[in-house]
C-alpha cells in the first residue's frame, strides 16, 4: 500500500513524513512518500494534503503543480481513494476560502472558511495550542480517541460547514471551530495530527488502517 503525501510548496512537511512513516511501520501500514509528482499521487492508495499559510496561496500553488491538481481530483472523486487533509489541505476541502480574497476550493465538503471570530475578546487570534476535542459523528479514524482528548492548533480561519452531518468534532474557542470534516472516502482535520503526540498518532495510523 502506497501512501502519498502531496507536497505542493505549502510548508515544511518533515514533522507529518516522519510521523506517517512511524505509525505505517508500526501497523504495517506500507510506504509513505512525499512527492509532487501526479503520476504517483494518481497510483497512490491513500493521499494526504497538508497545508500551512493562506487559503488562497495554498489554492493556487496547488492548482499551479503541473497534472497534480487534475491527479488528485480524479484519485478523490473517481476511484474514491480514501483522503486525509491537514491544516489548510483540510480548509481546501471547502467550496470557498474568504482569507484575503474569495478563493474557491476543492468543493468536496459544503461551506466556506471564514475567520474565527471568539465570543471572548480576551481570546486572540491564531487559535493555537492545545484545545480538547468534541465528537460529535463516529468515524473509524477515532478508534481510541474519546470526546476531552487533545490536539494541537494554529489557525486563524476555520471551516463553517454548510451540512451539520459532515461536521465530525469541534473544539469551543469562545464559540465552536470546527476541528474534523468528512463524507464518503474524505477526511480533514483542522489540527496537526503530526504535533498531537499520542492522540494525533493514534488517528493517523487509525487513517492507514482506514478502508472505507
Not at 35 to 40: E, F, K, L, P, Q
Not at 82 to 104: H, K, N
Request: aromatic letters at 8%.
Amino acid at each position: 500500500m502506497l501512501t502519498a503525501i502531496i507536497d505542493y510548496e505549502s510548508g515544511n512537511l518533515h514533522s507529518a513524513e516522519k510521523a506517517f512513516q512511524r505509525m505505517a511501520r508500526e501497523i504495517d501500514g506500507g510506504t509513505v512518500t512525499v512527492t509532487s509528482d501526479a503520476d504517483v499521487v494518481a497510483r497512490a492508495d491513500r493521499i494526504v494534503l497538508p497545508g500551512d499559510g493562506a487559503f488562497p496561496a495554498c489554492a493556487a500553488a496547488l492548482r499551479g503543480q503541473s497534472g497534480l491538481y487534475d491527479a488528485l481530483r480524479e484519485a478523490v472523486e473517481q476511484h474514491a481513494r480514501p483522503f486525509l487533509g491537514i491544516c489548510v489541505g483540510m480548509q481546501l476541502m471547502a467550496e470557498w476560502g474568504r482569507e484575503y480574497s474569495d478563493t474557491s476550493g476543492l468543493g468536496w465538503i459544503g461551506g466556506e472558511v471564514v475567520k474565527i471570530t471568539p465570543d471572548d475578546p480576551a481570546l486572540k487570534v491564531p487559535h493555537m495550542g492545545w484545545n480538547d476535542l468534541v465528537i460529535d459523528a463516529p468515524h473509524p479514524v477515532f478508534d481510541g480517541v474519546k470526546t476531552g482528548d487533545h490536539a494541537y492548533f494554529v489557525h486563524s480561519y476555520h471551516f463553517r460547514v454548510t451540512t451539520p452531518a459532515q461536521r465530525l468534532a469541534h473544539v469551543n474557542y469562545g464559540g465552536d471551530v470546527t476541528a474534523v470534516v468528512g463524507r464518503d472516502t474524505m477526511i480533514g482535520m483542522q489540527f496537526h495530527p503530526e504535533k498531537s503526540q499520542a492522540v494525533g498518532l493514534r488517528m493517523i495510523a487509525n487513517f492507514l488502517r482506514w478502508t472505507p
